[in-house]
């Protein structure tokens, strides 16, 4: 999985009909320190995540494998909200 | 997903059988302030996307998941037209 | 999916056995203006590509997605020979 | 597979339910010599993995090919601990 | 797939169950002209290569198409041992 930062929403009303009631959030990678890379991707959005928050991303055929994505067009997902992590025992981030 | 926007189409008559009847776009991917990135990718159209068009292209195994393209050997589909999409609440893209 | 001309052949007689009978393309990668990137990949062909044709390839498991390559160790393969594409209405190529 | 050290773990208790009890690990990827790439992954750990540890990391949809990640929105896995690797007859590492 | 070389092996005792047996090779990838790039990959050996031998490197979920990794967490396998390969007619690589 991937770091990221939900940066915004993207609207979309014609899309492929199992798409309907999916959220679509951007998100912005960030590196092991908290770093936005400059790399982005749009995912669905699988357990409620909010503007600036820090996240996971699965990506692939993965990302089909939550209750809200399964079997849809969708190639990234946020899977979980990020509480915090720790590089060689210092916590780097911490909501 | 990635953003891209519909820059032309690909005609090939020599193709998979289960190809048939499938539309081909070139689209070229921008970044979340919707500017060219460079890169590009031939996508199934799923969703009847038009030229200039904002457009989701959804890559890998998930590009099979459309009505359009279900078992086609088809790597990357649009499954999305944009409408609008906004970073930290200010709208960066509107159709 | 990616445009590719077709530089080449590889030929391999120790393989899995499943690969029997599948010709072996070398393909270089072509950007939307139609020159080459100097990426390159092995595709299985599925459609009867010759030495410097355009063709598409699509790569994953959608490279398993033909009647040759099916349930394959293949992760690219040639399922179309591109007769033209144009970008913003102008021909870019044409065979 | 590639070869990375285990370099912290990632926390999230708000995440899809089926992530419970499965633990993840930032994971620095490495080169053939050992030397940090300046990539990262975080990755599910399928085999007990501890800090400073020289690990593989299976991605994609192959990262479900585990007990720990069957089924689950994981495109990384920590899939086996490396206890050495050699290059042209040299040992490169040796835990 | 990608060509590559085989530069080393690779040795785990810690390991998801299904990996045992398997062999793990140290890859190198080379260009179209047989050159190393710089890159490399950890692949399971399905057709018994040998150091410095040059070989195909299937990725993803394909890697899973063989009798030796079926249902493994391997995203990389070696699936044939390459011969010869040649571009606009000229050989570049002979055995």
Same mark, same amino acid.
């Given at each position: ?18 798409? *309907?009631? =999916? !959220? =679509?959030? =951007?998100?912005?990678?960030? /590196? %092991?320190?908290?770093?936005? +890379?400059?790399?982005?991707?749009? &995912? &669905? /959005? @699988?357990?409620? @995540?909010?503007? *600036?928050?820090?996240?996971? #991303?699965?990506?692939? %055929?993965? &990302? ?6 399964? !079997? ?10 990020? /509480?915090?992590?720790?590089? *060689?025992? +210092? #916590?780097?981030?911490?909501?």
């Amino acid at each position: 999985m991937n770091l990221g930062k939900v940066i915004g929403t993207v609207v979309s009303t014609r899309k492929e009909p199992s798409m *309907d009631g =999916l !959220k =679509l959030m =951007l998100v912005r990678y960030v /590196d %092991s320190e908290g770093k936005e +890379t400059g790399g982005h991707v749009v &995912a &669905a /959005d @699988a357990v409620g @995540a909010g503007p *600036d928050e820090l996240v996971l #991303v699965a990506s692939g %055929s993965s &990302a089909r494998q939550t209750a809200a994505t399964d !079997k849809k067009p969708v190639d990234a997902v946020i899977m979980a909200i990020v /509480d915090s992590w720790d590089i *060689d025992g +210092t #916590v780097k981030y911490k909501k």
